[in-house]
């Protein structure tokens, strides 16, 4: 929101990926099931700070009201395909961090675009699991071999920098935050990422900006670094 608020003038155009859950509209922002316990709560704090969580329920009650609904392959009803992308905009930005009490922008709110995406859990089914996780993030499936996670997660990616080239997006901000949470180890999900910038063609592109764990961070700035 910053980089956004401080380029605004130069008419950037920023979009950010948001792994959100298809459990629950929202995560646990409803239900205030809280972040720490189970995730990082991006998608919590988003809904928090912004309008993402009016848009999300419109997507919902669309899909209710028709006649098909799609369902994942756990045999569930979801708002929108697991395999898909969820593009909303715009999505108004009017409060601050968590850190700043969310407290409401001085200034005018901050509209940008939020990519929606879904991603399994990954772990292991257990007499321990963690029955409010797993509402939030799906069953768990167990986990997968490196190669099958990479061309699958490899695709979502895909259809995230084609969507963000054609919308003409200055800048995309991308984060592994929470993907641990649901058995995702951080360098894979860095080489899938990695490997949808290799097939991505469309120019112009937007800048990307990684955040998050050091190990997401250092496997793109790696990759990065042996091509330049």
Known sequence: VAVRQASAASGAKVGVALPISLGQLGGGFISGFAPESTSK???????MRSTLFRLLR???NGHAEGAQRDVDSCGRRVPFPESGILQCRPVRVFRDTAANGHALLDNAPVELTIFCYWLPNLKVANADANIGRDELIGPPMGPIDSST????TRQKFETLLHTASMLGLTHLFVSDDGVEEAGHQPKH???AFIAAMATTVQKPMPSVSVLGSSAFIHTIHKK???DS
């Open 149 to 152: 996670y990479i061309l699958r």
């Open 224 to 226: 990065i670094a042996q």
């Open 189 to 191: 999900f860095g080489q």
């Open 41 to 47: 709560g991006s998608e919590e704090e988003a809904c």
């Open 58 to 60: 419109r997507v919902a």
